[in-house]
């Protein structure tokens, strides 16, 4: 009994300290933007008319609406309901997103197919493996433009946080560098805008490196920086008025908007200041535990902010100025203590960008691997961090529209118009979203459903509104950059969807490919050839398109189909399901490698010889199977079966795998049959000793062991060493260069989007072969036009 309670004691401590551990880890990473946002609210809040309103209660008012406004969103709204909603432990628009599309049929994409429903991740812990049908779920899988429209707003919400990663750095760092005039009188808003400017170009500029380098830097950063304004706001509070702690009454937002009236109400885009970079909390869950991001904020982020708020209302109620209002943050903190918290003011505001920035990045990419995006370069820049990811298109792009809205407003008042908008926009589609959740995910009453929209959508559509109105002040910045990238997004993934129907629909016909015969009508020669496809079962019409254009095949054919599907990650013993396409004499097999929306799709060396192996397996596991059923022959039923290949079964394999070191040129090197010509050889030699860290390659070799071979079925044996011979023969990657274009009868719409917006997208991105890691030196490409 000793021994386990002390096991049990033992546990419970190293539970402790990591949780711990990644509380303080939070800091850096989750919140660098909801931290520095007392730069820049009472100066939002005060502007325009209710300049002119002196009296003590509504200082009051705008700071009880301050309190109670992060005390209803960010706390019990994301920090007790949302976050509890999770995609096996990612959050984000796009987390909610694939929860309700594979719980119910809500993707314009197809789901919730045989490839996606054998992962083990599948569904959430816990959760019920068939939601509850419901009238409300059939309306939505029945009508395809709600949908759409469904996609839409979630499209727009991933545009608006794409914004944030724009407004996020302008008005942060522009408020931090503002402060220069308090000490300095005569630096002019020009100054401060250039040394604004200068400060985003290094910013931006660093971001290849990766934060991992700079990450242990991070949590100090902002747990001195809110160490630092929690002490200040209590000194203001003891030093200009120590009543101010009766506006944590709700009574005063009352009182503020019968003194304020329509001004007041205007007021709230500057209040709603307050809580942006909330929805970092549970975009960045992945990175960490539910439970370390609500001891971070319940413990020392709460506190401390509502302390530095109080302590700014109480030095604005004896300063009602408007001259105190537009440097109030620098003007309320001790004359002795100006540099050293300008100084950590600064780095702090540089920490929250640079989190919100990755935050973009990671939106990015799951865009794009939910179709929803071209395709773009992605840098991991830490072998260890694993979200941390760099993209350099992006990057730069998101720099010169920052340096364009600090130039442009040189303002924090309008960039703050235009960050609430974002920022409440993001929220609101959050709070529709999570109704759903509750109803289809939850399996929780419609009544708690509406109840927390109403609840929650009330008070976030008051805010909205109140933004809606400052569009002409600078509101209208992320709207216009919203529909930008949205009409992006949405041809791209309209393309990608009618060309996947149009696949889907001119399918190859198994009964003309098993009139060709196991030779298909053409020449057969050594070697395996990999045919790239996005269709999980059949076979695609570019397959006719090769038969017809290329004089020869190779010995075995294999049909790869790199799937994402809606889950964060995909375990790597589940990673790759093989099945096969004809009879067995045909040697033709299908590969569907599966990636979830957050998974690392790496340049792998090994592919090539997990692929060897994960076919050898299947044929021994189809070749039990046909054993116990007693039936040998092709049976046209079994056609689309595939079976998941773990990697760990992979070492009980019928075949051996040797690996040797081969040095370009040297004369004892293992020489192979293979099937290309003297010519191609020379110049994949020349290739090879161009290329830095290609003169010494490893090779490997593969074997059927004898003593096991004897007992083989004849059958399989002789496919066995078919499969050895032609991967020792070499391998060749087969894509379609396809072009999209519309049919003649399309409307002019279709035609714009397609011929023209859709094609320039296509032109301009990274080629498929590319993003996929395909050895260019074996990659063969044949043009196909797809009338859609």
Same mark, same amino acid.
Request: charged share 15%; glycine share 6%.
């Given at each position: 009994?000793?021994?386990?309670?002390?096991?049990?004691?033992?546990?419970?401590?190293?539970?402790?300290?990591?949780?711990?551990?990644?509380?303080?880890?939070? #800091?850096?990473?989750?919140?660098?933007?909801? %931290?520095?946002?007392?730069?820049?609210?009472?100066?939002?809040?005060?502007?325009?008319?209710?300049?002119?309103?002196?009296?003590?209660?509504?200082?009051?008012?705008?700071?009880?609406?301050?309190?109670?406004?992060?005390?209803?969103?960010?706390?019990?709204?994301?920090?007790?309901?949302?976050?509890?909603?999770?995609?096996?432990?990612?959050?984000?628009?796009?987390?909610?997103?694939?929860?309700?599309?594979?719980?119910?049929?809500?993707?314009?994409?197809?789901?919730?197919?045989?490839?996606?429903?054998?992962?083990? /991740?599948?569904?959430?812990?816990?959760?019920?493996?068939?939601?509850?049908?419901?009238?409300?779920?059939?309306?939505?899988?029945?009508?395809?433009?709600?949908?759409?429209?469904?996609?839409?707003?979630?499209? @727009?919400?991933?545009?608006?946080?794409?914004?944030?990663?724009?407004?996020?750095?302008?008005?942060?760092?522009?408020?931090? =560098?503002?402060?220069?005039?308090?000490?300095?009188?005569?630096?002019?808003?020009?100054?401060?805008?250039?040394?604004?400017?200068?400060?985003?170009?290094?910013?931006?500029?660093?971001?290849?490196?990766?934060?991992?380098?700079?990450? @242990?830097?991070?949590?100090?950063?902002?747990?001195?920086?809110?160490?630092?304004?929690?002490?200040?706001?209590?000194?203001?509070?003891?030093?200009?008025?120590?009543?101010?702690?009766?506006?944590?009454?709700?009574?005063?937002?009352?009182?503020? #908007?019968?003194?304020?009236?329509?001004?007041?109400?205007?007021?709230?885009?500057?209040?709603?200041?307050?809580?942006?970079?909330?929805?970092?909390?549970?975009?960045?869950?992945?990175?960490?535990?539910? %439970?370390?991001?609500?001891?971070?904020?319940?413990?020392?982020?709460?506190?401390?902010?509502?302390?530095?708020?109080?302590?700014?209302?109480?030095?604005?109620?004896?300063?009602?100025?408007?001259?105190?209002?537009?440097?109030?943050?620098?003007?309320?903190?001790?004359?002795?203590?100006?540099?050293?918290?300008?100084?950590?003011?600064?780095?702090?505001?540089?920490?929250?960008?640079?989190?919100?920035?990755?935050?973009?990045?990671?939106?990015?990419?799951?865009?794009?691997?939910?179709?929803?995006?071209?395709?773009?370069?992605?840098?991991?820049?830490?072998?260890?961090?694993?979200?941390?990811?760099?993209?350099?298109?992006?990057?730069?792009?998101?720099?010169?529209?920052?340096?364009?809205?600090?130039?442009?407003?040189?303002?924090?008042?309008?960039?703050?118009?235009?960050?609430?908008?974002?920022?409440?926009?993001?929220?609101?589609? /959050? /709070?529709?979203?999570?109704?759903?959740?509750?109803?289809?995910?939850?399996?929780?009453?419609?009544?708690?459903? @509406?109840?927390?929209?109403?609840?929650?959508?009330?008070?976030?559509?008051?805010?909205?509104?109140?933004?809606?109105?400052?569009?002409?002040?600078?509101?209208?910045?992320?709207?216009?950059?919203?529909?930008?990238?949205?009409?992006?997004?949405?041809?791209?993934?309209?393309?990608?969807?009618?060309?996947?129907?149009?696949?889907?629909?001119?399918?190859?016909?198994?009964?003309?490919?098993?009139?060709?015969?196991?030779?298909?009508?053409?020449?057969? =020669?050594?070697?395996?050839?990999?045919?790239?496809?996005?269709?999980?079962?059949?076979?695609?019409?570019?397959?006719?398109?090769?038969?017809?254009?290329?004089?020869?095949?190779?010995? =075995?054919?294999?049909?790869?189909?790199?799937?994402?599907?809606?889950?964060?990650?995909?375990?790597?013993?589940?990673?790759?399901?093989?099945?096969?396409?004809?009879?067995?004499?045909?040697?033709?097999?299908?590969?569907?490698?599966?990636?979830?929306?957050?998974? =690392?799709?790496?340049?792998?060396?090994?592919?090539?010889?997990?692929?060897?192996?994960?076919?050898?397996?299947?044929?021994?596991?189809?070749?039990?199977?046909?054993?116990?059923?007693?039936?040998?022959?092709?049976?046209?039923?079994?056609?689309?079966?595939?079976?998941?290949?773990?990697?760990?079964?992979?070492?009980?394999? %019928?075949?051996?795998?040797?690996?040797?070191?081969? /040095?370009?040129?040297?004369?004892?090197?293992?020489?192979?049959?293979?099937?290309?010509?003297?010519?191609?050889?020379?110049?994949?030699?020349?290739?090879?000793?161009?290329?830095?860290?290609?003169?010494?390659?490893?090779?490997?070799?593969?074997?059927?062991?004898?003593?096991?071979?004897?007992?083989?079925?004849?059958?399989?044996?002789?496919?066995?060493?078919?499969?050895?011979? %032609?991967?020792?023969?070499?391998?060749?990657?087969?894509?379609?260069?396809?072009?999209?274009?519309?049919?003649?009868?399309?409307?002019?719409?279709?035609?714009?989007?397609?011929?023209?917006?859709?094609?320039?997208?296509?032109?301009?991105?990274?080629?498929?072969?590319?993003?996929?890691?395909?050895?260019?030196?074996?990659?063969?490409?044949?043009?196909?036009?797809?009338?859609?």
């Amino acid at each position: 009994m000793d021994q386990e309670s002390g096991a049990d004691g033992h546990q419970w401590k190293s539970h402790y300290k990591n949780l711990l551990l990644l509380a303080y880890q939070s #800091f850096g990473v989750v919140y660098g933007d909801l %931290a520095t946002s007392p730069l820049y609210v009472y100066k939002s809040t005060f502007s325009g008319r209710l300049r002119n309103y002196q009296s003590e209660e509504v200082v009051f008012g705008a700071f009880s609406l301050i309190f109670w406004t992060f005390t209803l969103i960010p706390l019990l709204k994301y920090v007790l309901i949302v976050i509890a909603a999770d995609d096996n432990g990612e959050g984000g628009t796009f987390a909610l997103y694939s929860l309700l599309c594979r719980h119910a049929k809500l993707s314009l994409l197809p789901n919730q197919q045989a490839a996606d429903e054998e992962l083990s /991740t599948y569904y959430g812990i816990g959760m019920a493996r068939g939601p509850i049908s419901s009238p409300l779920k059939r309306f939505l899988e029945k009508h395809k433009k709600i949908r759409t429209c469904l996609l839409l707003i979630v499209l @727009f919400g991933a545009c608006m946080f794409i914004g944030d990663g724009i407004f996020t750095p302008a008005i942060s760092v522009l408020s931090s =560098v503002s402060g220069l005039q308090v000490p300095l009188k005569r630096l002019h808003d020009r100054e401060v805008v250039i040394i604004a400017c200068v400060v985003l170009v290094g910013l931006f500029a660093l971001q290849h490196r990766g934060t991992h380098k700079v990450a @242990f830097l991070f949590a100090p950063i902002v747990i001195i920086w809110l160490i630092c304004i929690a002490v200040i706001g209590v000194y203001n509070t003891i030093h200009w008025n120590r009543q101010i702690y009766r506006a944590l009454s709700p009574h005063y937002i009352i009182k503020f #908007f019968e003194l304020t009236g329509r001004d007041g109400w205007i007021s709230l885009g500057g209040i709603l200041l307050s809580i942006t970079g909330t929805e970092a909390m549970f975009a960045d869950l992945g990175h960490f535990t539910a %439970a370390s991001i609500r001891l971070a904020f319940v413990s020392f982020i709460y506190p401390c902010l509502v302390l530095q708020y109080m302590g700014q209302a109480a030095f604005l109620s004896k300063h009602r100025t408007p001259a105190a209002v537009s440097t109030i943050f620098y003007d309320s903190i001790p004359e002795h203590a100006f540099w050293p918290v300008f100084v950590i003011a600064t780095l702090a505001a540089i920490v929250g960008s640079q989190a919100v920035i990755s935050a973009t990045f990671s939106i990015v990419k799951q865009c794009h691997a939910l179709g929803c995006f071209p395709r773009v370069k992605v840098v991991h820049t830490s072998r260890w961090i694993y979200g941390q990811i760099y993209i350099p298109e992006i990057n730069w792009i998101l720099m010169v529209l920052c340096l364009a809205v600090t130039i442009g407003f040189r303002d924090t008042t309008l960039i703050g118009n235009a960050y609430g908008i974002a920022c409440m926009t993001v929220m609101f589609i /959050t /709070t529709w979203l999570m109704a759903l959740v509750i109803i289809f995910v939850w399996n929780k009453n419609p009544v708690l459903a @509406f109840l927390f929209l109403f609840f929650f959508g009330s008070i976030e559509a008051v805010y909205l509104s109140s933004s809606i109105i400052k569009v002409p002040q600078g509101g209208w910045a992320p709207l216009a950059l919203s529909l930008v990238f949205m009409f992006i997004m949405y041809v791209w993934h309209y393309g990608t969807r009618r060309k996947y129907q149009y696949d889907l629909q001119n399918k190859v016909s198994m009964k003309w490919i098993l009139t060709l015969g196991p030779s298909l009508g053409i020449v057969r =020669v050594p070697g395996i050839g990999l045919i790239y496809t996005e269709l999980v079962t059949g076979v695609p019409s570019i397959f006719s398109h090769f038969v017809t254009n290329l004089p020869a095949f190779h010995q =075995v054919l294999v049909f790869i189909c790199v799937k994402s599907v809606p889950v964060p990650y995909v375990p790597e013993d589940e990673r790759y399901l093989i099945g096969r396409i004809g009879p067995r004499n045909y040697r033709m097999y299908r590969c569907i490698a599966r990636y979830g929306y957050k998974d =690392v799709q790496q340049d792998d060396d090994n592919f090539e010889d997990q692929l060897v192996l994960s076919i050898a397996k299947f044929i021994e596991m189809e070749a039990e199977d046909l054993a116990s059923a007693s039936s040998g022959s092709y049976d046209p039923s079994n056609e689309g079966r595939m079976a998941v290949i773990r990697m760990c079964d992979l070492s009980a394999n %019928a075949i051996m795998m040797k690996e040797e070191d081969e /040095t370009i040129g040297d004369d004892n090197s293992i020489t192979v049959r293979s099937s290309r010509s003297e010519t191609l050889q020379s110049l994949q030699s020349v290739y090879e000793q161009e290329s830095p860290g290609i003169s010494c390659r490893r090779r490997v070799r593969f074997e059927l062991p004898l003593p096991r071979a004897n007992y083989m079925d004849p059958q399989v044996r002789d496919e066995l060493n078919a499969l050895i011979e %032609a991967k020792h023969a070499g391998v060749a990657y087969i894509m379609g260069h396809s072009y999209v274009k519309a049919r003649r009868n399309s409307s002019f719409v279709k035609k714009f989007v397609i011929d023209v917006a859709y094609s320039f997208l296509r032109k301009n991105c990274r080629g498929p072969s590319v993003a996929l890691h395909i050895p260019h030196i074996s990659l063969i490409e044949v043009g196909m036009i797809y009338y859609v």
